[in-house]
């Protein structure tokens, strides 16, 4: 037979039952509260404008500059930064060349999965890698890409390995956060 458990012992293991449950369901109350009021921690945010419904370019076959086609191959799990500048560009898209090849020497041994497509006729000096693609203008991929019109500059684009356009870089945006959001997906690989 069991001896009788002291109270003072009862009591203690009571309450010791309701300080783990009030601790699990206070923990649990504070982030649904977190979660429904829409806060995120700052490293799971992206600079660049979430598309949504991202563009489809599964079905367009770009055609590069120098002939032939530009497959999207989702089996290589490339990426793309993507760029359709105004015709006569100039010095603005020369710097913007430069920004891009930096971003892309910046991602070090996983640069050879990140493409960049110069969609159009690029300016005079303008900066060149071992990941750029020039790419012919087409309506239906410039079609995908929303608002590249921008009177304030030329936006850049994320290109998902499938061929799905999922960010938006707004004319004057901060190459680093380009870098730093691209670094993230990359990582998904």
């Not at 979660?35 to 404008?49: C, D, I, L, M, Y």
Request: net charge positive.
């Amino acid at each position: 037979m069991n001896a009788p458990v002291p109270p003072q012992q009862r009591n203690r293991n009571r309450g010791m039952l309701v300080l783990i449950v009030v601790i699990f369901l206070g923990s649990a109350v504070v982030a649904g509260a977190l979660r429904f009021s829409g806060w995120r921690p700052a490293g799971t945010k992206n600079h660049g404008e979430l598309l949504d419904p991202p563009g489809d370019l599964r079905g367009v076959v770009p055609r590069l500059q120098g002939g032939g086609e530009y497959a999207w191959n989702p089996g290589e799990r490339t990426w793309r930064i993507a760029l359709a500048p105004a015709e006569g560009c100039g010095a603005p898209c020369v710097d913007l060349s430069r920004q891009l090849d930096t971003v892309w020497q910046l991602f070090g041994h996983r640069a050879d999965h990140v493409h960049i497509l110069w969609i159009g006729t690029p300016p005079d000096g303008a900066v060149r890698n071992a990941a750029w693609r020039e790419i012919a203008p087409d309506p239906a991929l410039l079609a995908a890409l929303p608002r590249r019109d921008a009177a304030a500059g030329t936006p850049v684009y994320v290109i998902d390995p499938n061929g799905f356009v999922i960010l938006r870089y707004a004319p004057g945006f901060d190459p680093g956060h380009l870098r730093q959001d691209m670094a993230r997906l990359l990582k998904l690989k």
